[in-house]
Nanobody, 123 residues
Framework: QVELVESGGGLVQAGGSLRLSCAAS????????MGWYRQAPGKERELVAG?????????DYADSVKGRFTISRDNAKNTVYLQMNSLKPEDTAVYYC???????????????WGQGTQVTVSS
């Protein structure tokens, strides 16, 4: 079994900050990539930010959050963070943690998802 547990969501005023955390646990051999996605009402789920393991931990961000959000990772704890600054009402969504991982040596990588955490930004 693999579990991704998110925390840190909540209600904040525009211009404020929140920090999301996601810890992966269970039968994990290696994690190739972790990321955050979000889904607003009536919209499709979209990538917010992603970070790969090793090789300098390359990152990628949605254009809408560049310069405001920062993704980081603690490989020893299988945990990924999303620091969100200068929040805007349009950032309001359910934020989901994602991990691409395998469960045995040379095993296939699969996507796993957290249960989601609500972020609401008031104007």
């Amino acid at each position: 079994q693999v579990e991704l547990v998110e925390s840190g969501g909540g209600l904040v005023q525009a211009g404020g900050s929140l920090r999301l955390s996601c810890a992966a646990s269970g039968s994990i051999f290696s994690i190739r990539r972790m990321g955050w996605y979000r889904q607003a009402p009536g919209k499709e789920r979209e990538l917010v930010a992603g970070i790969r393991s090793g090789g300098g931990s390359s990152t990628d961000y949605a254009d809408s959050v560049k310069g405001r959000f920062t993704i980081s990772r603690d490989n020893a704890k299988n945990t990924v963070y999303l620091q969100m600054n200068s929040l805007k009402p349009e950032d309001t969504a359910v934020y989901y943690c994602n991990a691409q991982l395998n469960r045995r040596y040379s095993g296939p990588y699969s996507d796993y998802w957290g249960q989601g955490t609500q972020v609401t930004v008031s104007s």
